[in-house]
Structures are given as C-alpha cells and as structure tokens.
C-alpha cells in the first residue's frame, strides 16, 4: 500500500496532527490502512460496514476500487510491490464472483487476466 498514491483518490484525505498524518477516509478518522488490513483477514465490505459506524460505503468502495485500479497501473519509480495488498484485492474479487482459480494452479482469471495472488511469476 506504500506505494499507491493516495492523492489522486478523493474518497480519502491526510491532515497533519489526524491520525498522526496517515491517509484516513475523508471527513473520517478511518485509516485506508484498517480497510485493507480488515480485507486481507478474510472481511468483506458489508463486514466493515457492520464494524465501523458512521463509515460511507460508497467512500469504502472508492477506496477498495482505486486500490485495484491502481495495481494494474506501471509505477512511475521502482516501488516495493504491494503483494499483501494484491491478495487481499484479489479474495475480495473471487467473494463477489469476479474472478475464478484455475485448477491445479496458484494463478487466478480477473476479468480476463491471469494473476497470482503470491509472488509467483505468471506461467509460461
């Protein structure tokens, strides 16, 4: 997650002297960082809904898409790569039907492109 940047996502927000400066849900004290840590423990978007009172979902969704838009982007400068935050992305995706495991394989079909959800080059 370091290495998106979170400034071109308007659901969120960083104050200085909020939540020590981290990017927090917008009008919230709501880190981004929570949300995906809540995704890679196996949660789904209604579970964080029921967990966190007071939370937009849109503004969640916002959050959750512009992280998946933004791992098939090229980054600008070498970044580490954001794998816990790509396995949590790409479980949520198998939840809500949109992807599917191959058989036999640690590789995932997402909207007609193969992924894996570890650090495992792609086949082939």
Same mark, same amino acid.
């Not at 002297?17 to 981290?22: C, F, N, P, Q």
């Not at 981004?32 to 196996?42: D, K, P, R």
């Not at 479980?91 to 495991?101: I, M």
């Given at each position: 997650?370091?290495?998106?940047?979170?400034?071109?996502?308007?659901?969120?927000?960083?104050?200085?002297?909020?939540?020590?400066?981290?990017?927090?849900?917008?009008? %919230?004290?709501?880190?981004?960082? %929570?949300?995906?840590?809540?995704?890679?423990?196996?949660?789904?978007?209604?579970?964080?809904?029921?967990?966190?009172?007071?939370?937009?979902?849109?503004?969640?969704?916002?959050?959750?898409?512009?992280?998946?838009?933004?791992?098939?982007?090229?980054?600008?400068?070498?970044?580490?790569?954001?794998?816990?935050?790509?396995?949590?992305?790409?479980?949520?995706?198998?939840?809500?039907?949109?992807?599917?495991?191959?058989?036999?394989?640690?590789?995932?079909?997402?909207?007609?492109?193969?992924?894996?959800?570890?650090?495992?080059?792609?086949?082939?």
């Amino acid at each position: 997650m370091a290495g998106l940047d979170w400034s071109q996502c308007s659901a969120v927000e960083s104050v200085p002297g909020k939540v020590s400066g981290a990017w927090v849900l917008k009008g %919230t004290r709501m880190p981004v960082s %929570t949300i995906f840590e809540n995704l890679e423990a196996g949660a789904n978007l209604d579970d964080i809904m029921e967990w966190y009172d007071g939370l937009d979902r849109e503004q969640v969704k916002a959050v959750i898409e512009f992280g998946a838009h933004s791992l098939n982007k090229a980054p600008a400068r070498p970044v580490a790569k954001p794998q816990r935050l790509k396995a949590a992305l790409i479980l949520l995706l198998l939840r809500h039907g949109r992807g599917r495991a191959l058989p036999g394989s640690y590789f995932l079909r997402v909207d007609s492109k193969l992924v894996s959800p570890c650090c495992r080059k792609e086949p082939g």
